[in-house]
């Protein structure tokens, strides 16, 4: 017996394929906007439509913008001699949230995940090699994340970048204990970087 | 410096709005639906759409269709004696999931709640009450969540319906342990409900 109206269990449907979002959730966001005023479906619902229709990823730094080429990459204020290099495009919007990094980016598009099989021609890792043969590059920071298979990508990359004529710097983002947590409750690996990347204070 | 592209902020702060979506979650949405093809971004943006435009409010029992009347309460073979009475719409689908209630139902809305000022007067309790004067029915189910709330709300609408001429059953439904519970684990309220609503065992 199926008593979900037809328009409904859509809404719900396509709540489903989100990630995280599971047929409970997405039950209850679909009664949620049931009760909104019409404007704000129409608007949601336009914004979705719109989405994949406006934003164009990046040709230079495969981020992702509403033009052929970034508004980071487009910026000519931007220093172009240092390249940070992320897995996805979200994470450039929080180093930017941060607004210390002066450079431009460089997304892969992920990271090499045999598991997942994915290889390192599935990522833009010829293409950043590729910017860099252009010339003008003076460092590239391999901010992958510190996980398995970021730091695995990073090594990757660094060894590319040796076997080029790249003659710049090449360096990885800082790892260690994060801000406000506790040396008793930090893993094993986390606190042996942390000494590793211990710093000289300068008071 | 902001540097998220218009078209994925708008998904992003329409994302937001939903109940249990954070900013952080909104952000890895609208990044997912990026990497999605266009037939699902276009998909759900118009379920969203034809939402509220689809789905109408049942003139009966005030649950959700796609009429004047809702599926239920346009279907003959329902028992109109029974009326079930449950807070929200969503609530009626998972009794119709376990497909026992052959009754109809009857859709408060809510629950009295003083601190957010809804009143008895801002549910469909008078709705009810008009109901079961037209006569016919001969049991009323308060089957209102067994909250603070909810038990209020039960014990309110079992006086009124006492105070008109209602001559049926009014029964509340039964509370107690749910099934895999333990009951080391059980508070004290849910305890002593399960021993109240003890029934003897007919092998």
Redesign the interface.
Known sequence: ?K??????Q??I??FE????IGPK?A????????S?P?T????????????????KICRECFG???DELC??CSDSSRDRKIICVVE???E??AI?AV?NFKGVYHVLGGVINPLEHIGPEDLKIKELIKRIEVGGVEEVILATNPTIEGEGTALYIKKKLEESDFKGKISRIGSGLPMGAELGFADQVTLSRAFEGRREMNV
Do not use: H
């Open positions: 017996m008593k979900i109206p037809v328009a409904m859509e809404v449907d396509n394929r989100l990630p995280g959730s039950q209850r966001l679909a009664f949620y906007l049931l909104v019409e704000v479906t129409d608007d949601m619902g336009e914004a979705i439509k719109n989405l994949k229709k406006k934003i992702v913008g509403e508004e980071i996805r495009a979200d450039v919007m930017e607004g």
